[in-house]
T-cell receptor, first 110, second 110 residues
Framework: DGGITQSPKYLFRKEGQNVTLSCEQNLNHDAMYWYRQDPGQGLRLIYYSQIVNDFQKGDIAEGYSVSREKKESFPLTVTSAQKNPTAFYLC?????????FGSGTRLTVV | EDQVTQSPEALRLQEGESSSLNCSYTVSGLRGLFWYRQDPGKGPEFLFTLYSAGEEKEKERLKATLTKKESFLHITAPKPEDSATYLCAVRANTGNQFYFGTGTSLTVIP
C-alpha cells in the first residue's frame, strides 16, 4: 500500500539536543512538507520541498532544518535553537489531487 | 493574502442532531478545497475535494458543498464515532501549497 511513514511515533528530547524526525513516502510524489501542530493553532508550515535537493522555508522555519537527498525521504531536524519544540509534527506529500499525511510524531522536551 | 477561516471552533451535538461546519476562504484563484478528518494523536485523513462552485460530494453521513466564498460540511444524524477535528484547506492556482484552517472540533454525545 502506498503511503507516508513517520517515525518514531513518540520522541523525547533533552535540553540542548538535536533530534531528527523521519518521513518516508512511496507515493512517488514530488512535493513534501513538514507541519507543526499545537492545540488551538492549526497546522503551521515549517519547510517544504518541491523537488529533490531543493527546499524552502515555511512560516516557522527557525530552529529547524531539513534535507531532500532522495525523492522518498524528507527528514526534519529539530535543533537546540528551537526553544519550544514540544508539539505534534506532521509530514505530508502532495500531487495534483491533494495531500497525504503521515501519522505524526509527538515530540516532548524533558 | 490567501486565508481560510473555520467556524465554529468547537461543536457539541447530541447523537442524531444534524448540523453544519463552515469554511470560508479567500484565495487568488481556487484550485481545490479539501476537507480532512483528524482523530486525536493521528494524521489528518482525506475526506473530500471540491473544485468549483456548486459542486457537492457525499460520504456516509457527511456532505460537502462549495460556493465562491465558502464551503459547508453537513453532518446528518451524527454518531459518536463522527467525533473528531475537521480541517478545511484550500489550494491556490499558483503553487502546490495548501492553506489550512484551524479546524472544528466536533463532539457527538450518545
Amino acid at each position: 500500500d502506498g503511503g507516508i511513514t513517520q517515525s518514531p511515533k513518540y520522541l523525547f528530547r533533552k535540553e540542548g539536543q538535536n533530534v531528527t524526525l523521519s518521513c518516508e513516502q512511496n507515493l512517488n510524489h514530488d512535493a513534501m512538507y513538514w507541519y507543526r501542530q499545537d492545540p488551538g493553532q492549526g497546522l503551521r508550515l515549517i519547510y517544504y520541498s518541491q523537488i529533490v535537493n531543493d527546499f524552502q522555508k515555511g512560516d516557522i522555519a527557525e530552529g529547524y532544518s531539513v534535507s531532500r537527498e532522495k525523492k522518498e525521504s524528507f527528514p526534519l531536524t529539530v535543533t537546540s535553537a528551537q526553544k519550544n519544540p514540544t508539539a505534534f509534527y506532521l509530514c505530508a506529500s502532495s500531487d495534483y489531487y491533494g495531500y497525504t499525511f503521515g501519522s505524526g510524531t509527538r515530540l516532548t522536551v524533558v | 493574502e490567501d486565508q481560510v477561516t473555520q467556524s465554529p471552533e468547537a461543536l457539541r451535538l447530541q447523537e442524531g442532531e444534524s448540523s453544519s461546519l463552515n469554511c470560508s476562504y479567500t484565495v487568488s484563484g481556487l484550485r481545490g478545497l479539501f476537507w480532512y478528518r483528524q482523530d486525536p494523536g493521528k494524521g489528518p485523513e482525506f475526506l473530500f475535494t471540491l473544485y468549483s462552485a456548486g459542486e457537492e460530494k457525499e460520504k456516509e453521513r457527511l456532505k460537502a458543498t462549495l460556493t465562491k466564498k465558502e464551503s459547508f460540511l453537513h453532518i446528518t444524524a451524527p454518531k459518536p464515532e463522527d467525533s473528531a477535528t475537521y480541517l478545511c484547506a484550500v489550494r491556490a492556482n499558483t503553487g502546490n501549497q495548501f492553506y489550512f484552517g484551524t479546524g472544528t472540533s466536533l463532539t457527538v454525545i450518545p
